[in-house]
């Protein structure tokens, strides 16, 4: 499938048919052909209910809404692209947790004008996802919207009972790690605003991290395994994020953003746009890598196992005493109080670094 192009020139979406055309129950049929499942889905779409067997354990969920013109665009990817996204993004909230993914629902609102083509393409894209982090696909809803596309994943997985991890556990002198590496979705979305002359090679890479994200499914598993004290996804902004292990911890924190690991794609494409690398990096969001907060006796040990697992791991920070507050210290001896930055709904723009 090609780019989704959106609105055609009379106001109708590209090609045909469309789904006010196919209707709801032959579009039903069209995008519930064998989807990725396992043998603990006794039934799975097409009936009132699912049927799972219930896995032993701990039961997580999670669910996530993209809209059309909030979290993403026209023109920006394919549909198979935002399809998988959809449900990677869930998936990195069972990451965070230290959880498996398990079983998903997806309900989608749709214009009339929306091709039909491009409602497959949206299910090839979660199919495929679905497919690589061993998710079943198990039903969900599909209605008539009278305006933006939207598309919502609910998302169950699954942990054995007391290894969740939760952005609670941080303590004064733990050590912040972030998984991966930053800033790479935030300047893939700039470029895709912004069209010009990029660095061609860099300018591919951002984008491509952007509208393919990579969950840190076994990074999350490892940290649950090693009893880390706090664990959370950089989906809003490591800054942000910081914010909401801070708060939920009573703690405070120092972070050095010039450790913060960041790849030469992403300064090329900052030099060329004549701004701070950093700032991607620190307010940026929808990297998907893991924030962990460890205690400083168990740091050597993870530190061995993500090498031995081929998970890149990088020291970022200290948490410290709530009186202390959320800072940056930088080479040069500044410290400069950590904003929260990232994106908000519901504030003008999605605030000062909304997307």
Not at 27 to 33: A, F, G, H, N, V
Not at 105 to 132: C, H, K, N
Not at 219 to 235: I, Y
Request: charged share 20%.
């Amino acid at each position: 499938m090609g780019i989704w192009t959106g609105r055609d020139d009379k106001g109708g979406r590209d090609s045909a048919p469309t789904v006010a055309d196919v209707g709801e129950h032959r579009l039903i049929d069209l995008i519930t052909r064998p989807l990725a499942s396992s043998p603990e889905v006794i039934l799975g779409p097409g009936d009132d209910a699912a049927v799972l067997v219930s896995p032993p354990g701990w039961l997580l969920l999670t669910t996530d809404m993209l809209v059309e013109g909030v979290h993403f665009q026209a023109g920006y990817g394919t549909p198979v692209q935002l399809g998988y996204k959809a449900l990677a993004v869930n998936v990195s909230d069972i990451a965070a947790m230290g959880g498996t993914p398990w079983a998903a629902v997806i309900s989608v609102a749709l214009p009339g004008s929306t091709p039909a083509e491009f409602v497959e393409s949206l299910y090839l894209g979660l199919d495929r996802a679905a497919r690589q982090f061993g998710v079943s696909l198990v039903g969900g809803d599909t209605v008539a919207s009278p305006g933006s596309l939207v598309i919502n994943v609910a998302l169950a997985g699954k942990a054995a009972p007391g290894t969740v991890v939760t952005r609670r556990g941080a303590r004064p002198g733990d050590l912040v790690f972030v998984t991966g590496s930053m800033g790479a979705a935030a300047a893939g979305l700039f470029v895709l605003q912004n069209p010009g002359s990029w660095p061609r090679e860099a300018a591919g890479s951002v984008v491509r991290r952007f509208l393919e994200p990579v969950p840190h499914l076994e990074a999350g598993k490892l940290f649950a395994s090693f009893g880390v004290g706090a664990l959370d996804d950089n989906s809003d902004g490591l800054a942000r994020e910081m914010h909401e292990i801070c708060r939920a911890s009573g703690v405070g924190c120092l972070i050095e953003p010039e450790r913060l690991p960041v790849d030469a794609a992403v300064r090329e494409i900052a030099a060329a746009a004549g701004r701070p690398w950093w700032e991607w990096a620190l307010h940026g969001g929808e990297d998907y890598g893991l924030v962990v907060c460890v205690a400083p006796a168990a740091a050597e040990s993870l530190v061995d196992a993500c090498r031995s697992a081929n998970i890149a791991l990088t020291r970022v920070g200290l948490i410290t005493v709530r009186e202390e507050g959320l800072w940056t210290a930088w080479a040069d001896g500044r410290t400069v109080p950590l904003l929260p930055g990232g994106f908000e709904h519901f504030l003008p723009d999605g605030g000062s670094h909304g997307r």
